[in-house]
């Protein structure tokens, strides 16, 4: 069976495993979560499971989803993960659904870091401080021309813009250590995103 569960990021810190090697790690509140409503290959033409995650006031809820987890609770963020129909709607999922030594992929929101150029954005160079060039090092160079694309800016091009705040999912990252009492999850390395983000994990 699938393994997921979403959570909140939180700070880094670091971990000693019994060898004493050092590894960075990323502490991760997740769960527990209500699975609100599953999706079958008769009825939606897939198979997955909706779940619901943290806690909203009920006034902030839409008729809708007040109807739908009326007999649940009402949750501050909802989800949707691939299932094989085991799962039932009302079940509980927490961390004990994962084990030490299992490798997660992690996906999140990442920090957004506003009007960037194209040093910072993607990597460019820059220019030597040569040949009378005294204050454009890190200027983008030529962007089109009559040869290159016939007089305009090719579709794609690599420029200046707002960077950030994308989606991004990090792979073969391994659960370092499970606290079912408070219900936290070691994870090594960094994960995208600010602390407080929402990160869905899945094994």
Do not use: C
């Amino acid at each position: 069976m699938a393994k997921f569960i979403l959570g909140t990021k939180g700070r880094m810190t670091q971990v000693f495993d019994d060898k004493g090697v050092v590894y960075p790690a990323t502490i991760i509140t997740a769960g527990p979560m209500t699975v609100t409503q599953v999706k079958t290959d008769e009825k939606d033409g897939y198979k997955a499971v909706q779940v619901g995650f943290g806690t909203k006031k009920e006034k902030n809820i839409a008729k809708p989803q007040k109807e739908q987890f009326k007999d649940l609770g009402m949750f501050r963020s909802l989800r949707e993960f691939s299932s094989d129909g085991s799962i039932e709607r009302g079940a509980v999922i927490d961390v004990s659904a994962f084990s030490q030594g299992d490798v997660v992929t992690v996906s999140a929101i990442s920090k957004g870091k506003g009007f960037q150029g194209a040093v910072k954005r993607h990597g460019f160079h820059g220019g030597p401080r040569s040949h009378g060039q005294k204050n454009k090092e890190r200027s983008p160079g030529s962007i089109g021309g009559g040869g290159r694309a016939g007089g305009r800016v090719a579709k794609g091009m690599r420029m200046a813009g707002r960077m950030g705040g994308d989606r991004v999912t990090v792979k073969n990252l391994r659960v370092l250590q499970i606290d079912a009492a408070t219900n936290t999850l070691l994870i090594s390395g960094a994960v995208p995103g600010k602390p407080g983000t929402l990160v869905e994990i899945r094994g």
